[in-house]
């Protein structure tokens, strides 16, 4: 059996250090059925020896102001997005008890829907957008527990499972969308249905289409994966029946 736990991190800077403001996860089966809710919280951990970088109140008429020991043109970008995809208000709005802390805390979250959700010896993945190259780095620093230790699994598999590689050797860049409306009009309005928990549990709700003015935010990131590893999978339907491979 393989199962896919969904992740997606927005931070405070696109290099390999950053503030870490939201986080989201899912778990699903391998072909993208839920096995929990879409889990969205607000975050502030730093990645290690960094300036913890989180915004600081503001009013209608100023810009943002971020602590940080410096801001390079890297971290401009990601910041301009925090403030355009409203992650910047949400964060200072949200009561400080509802925000993650630490990894741990978050590692705590995260292995009770693994270990809740999973079966005996079943591979669990970490997957999303970009999650080889970010996501899964994150993890590897703060939440060590997850991930496996010298080839064993803890609970997770080593090998993570990035969608966007898969859509983006099929048509190219900036294709979540196209795909999402191929995939609608293909298989029907069901394949882009999200089941999202309460608050604080996730911030969204309705399908996916409805969220793609929230563009750079965790929780509809991680259903845009979904959705694209339900089209996928159905879309290679034909292939597994030809090989006869399981769905396993």
């Known amino acids: 059996m393989t199962a896919l736990l969904f992740v997606d991190f927005e931070c405070t ?34 990645a290690p020896g960094v300036t913890l970088m989180l915004p600081q109140a503001r009013s209608a008429t100023t810009a943002p102001v971020w602590t940080a020991s410096a801001v390079n043109k890297t971290d401009q970008v990601a910041l301009d997005m925090a403030v355009e995809s409203g992650l910047f208000d949400g964060w200072l709005a949200c009561p400080r ?17 693994v270990i809740s959700h999973s079966v005996a010896d079943e591979y669990v993945h970490i997957a999303g957008a970009g999650a080889a190259r970010f996501d899964y780095r994150v993890l ?9 230790v010298k080839g064993r699994r803890q609970p997770t598999h080593y090998r993570p499972v990035d969608t966007s590689i898969a859509q983006t050797s099929l048509l190219g860049n900036n294709s979540e969308d196209k795909m999402i409306k191929w995939a609608v009009a293909t298989y029907g309005d069901g394949i882009d249905t999200i089941e999202t928990g309460r608050p604080p549990a996730c911030m969204y709700s309705g399908d996916v289409t409805d969220w793609s003015v929230f563009r750079h935010r965790a929780a509809p990131d991680v259903a ?14 034909p292939l597994r029946l030809e090989l006869g491979i399981e769905a396993t």
């Open 13 to 46: 800077s696109l290099d390999s250090y950053a503030t870490y403001l939201e986080v989201a996860w899912a778990m699903c089966d391998i072909n993208g059925t839920q096995r929990t809710p879409l889990r969205s919280r607000y975050s502030a951990f730093a």
């Open 97 to 113: 008890e509802l925000v993650i802390a630490d990894g741990a805390e978050l590692s705590r979250l995260l292995l009770d829907d």
């Open 140 to 148: 590897e620093v703060h939440c060590p527990r997850v991930l496996p």
């Open 224 to 237: 845009r994966s979904i959705v694209i590893q339900r089209a996928l999978w159905r879309y290679a339907e």
